[in-house]
């Protein structure tokens, strides 16, 4: 086992913090400031305030939107997993579709999101989108993410908004976007 998979082991005994584990392997801190730097790299350790943690797949809790800095909520998180395990958090589909031009097509791997009523999670370049109406549970203006073509209608009629693909909903969330910054804005 090398030392990098030895520290996570460790991490899941207990151990938290760099001092421990130096001590543990009898190495310097240097050393084992630079195995964890890799291991957070990788997306499989988080630090904060001195000490470490494992990262569990599904704890976000503490994470920020790349977008919008808003705390994430596992429910409505819209994901990106590049290429080499890197993951790329927003807090919701309206951060999501907004982080999609901004990131390299070719280094993505695949998006997800939950479906919106039964939060399972779903591919996002599949789902079904609707955009706009009347109802926000994060970010203005709203996007919704639904496996079923046919429960985004009912949503859609019931409180609003336009039932777009990923490509669409990509695009519409930009102008609309624009939009509101000209009106912001404007002098
Ligand atoms: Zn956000
Ligand atoms: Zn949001």
Redesign the pocket.
């Known amino acids: 086992m090398n030392r990098k998979e030895e520290i996570l082991r460790l991490l899941e005994e207990g151990y938290t913090t760099a001092k421990e584990l130096a001590r543990y392997f009898n190495v310097s801190l240097m050393t084992i400031y630079r195995d964890l730097k890799e291991l957070e790299e990788e997306g499989r350790i988080i630090r904060r305030h001195g000490s470490v943690e494992l990262k569990r797949e599904e704890d976000l809790k503490g994470e920020g ?1 790349v ?2 800095g ?1 705390e994430i909520d596992n429910r409505l998180a819209f994901t990106y997993i590049l290429k080499g395990g890197k993951k790329v958090h ?3 589909p309206h ?1 999501g579709l907004l982080a999609f031009p901004t990131l390299e097509k070719e280094r993505i791997e695949m998006i997800f999101s939950r479906d919106f009523i039964y939060c399972n999670p779903i591919n996002a370049l599949s789902a079904f989108y609707v955009v706009g109406g009347d109802v926000s549970p994060c ?1 203005l203006p709203p996007a919704f993410v639904f496996a079923d073509k046919g429960i985004a209608e009912r949503f859609a009629k019931g409180f609003g908004g336009e039932i777009l693909s990923f490509e669409e909903a990509v695009k519409r969330m930009q102008d609309l976007m624009k939009k509101s910054q000209r009106v912001n804005f404007s002098p």
Do not use: N, P, S
């Open positions: 939107c977008l919008c808003k927003t807090c919701c951060c970010c």
